[in-house]
């Protein structure tokens, strides 16, 4: 005798909201970093369109203003780094791990830990200036990383890890997201 399979229809209206969830956000120094990160890229840049013959030889002036221009719009691309580093957050629960992250566009992620194989955690040196870590999550099956946790600080993201990968390799229950307190 078989028996049929059971997937009853679940409405809607019923399911809890993602806003209910709190979410924490990252280190208040990520926005800093995103700031510095920027200006490192976009400084240089100025410069060497103001110092470096472009077509034409152009005259000095123009040649300025067009190196102002460029590192015009490097502030603001950082001062925009600076208001979306500081809305990204991120949730722990018993069962899926969520990061949220965007300006205009926002974005959020829920990664289910029982899909998590492997977890890392990455800082280059600017991160490392700042006591910053990313979190990095894989499923299986990809080659590279289905959730990338950015702007935790390096005492959240080794707990965070050490949470997630004791969930993986024993199953247990969620004691509730650290926090970032203390930046």
């Known amino acids: 005798m078989s028996q049929e399979p059971f997937n009853p229809p679940v409405s809607p209206e019923g399911l809890p909201a993602l806003e ?8 208040p120094r990520f926005a800093p970093y995103r700031v510095l990160g920027t200006m490192l890229f976009w400084m240089p840049l100025a410069v060497a369109v103001a110092l470096l013959p472009v077509g034409p ?6 040649r300025a203003a067009l190196g102002g221009a460029v590192l015009l719009v490097g502030v603001g691309v950082a001062v925009l780094a600076a208001i979306e580093a500081r809305r990204r957050a991120f949730g722990l629960r018993q ?3 969520i990061y949220s992250s965007g300006l205009l566009v ?8 029982c899909r998590i194989q492997h977890v890392e955690t990455v800082s280059g040196p600017l991160e490392r200036l700042f006591g910053l870590v990313r979190l990095t999550c894989f499923t299986a099956g990809g080659s590279s990383a289905d959730l990338v946790m950015a ?22 229950t ?3 997201p650290p926090t970032d307190d203390n930046p």
Do not use: K, N
């Open 20 to 27: 209910a969830v709190p979410l924490t956000p990252v280190s």
């Open 95 to 97: 069962e899926d791990v």
């Open 151 to 172: 702007g935790l600080r390096s005492e959240t993201a080794d707990r965070l890890r050490q949470h997630l990968l004791h969930r993986i390799r024993e199953g247990s």
């Open 174 to 176: 969620a004691d509730g």
């Open 57 to 62: 030889e152009l005259p000095w002036p123009v």
């Open 106 to 113: 926002r974005r959020t992620t829920i990664l289910p830990v």
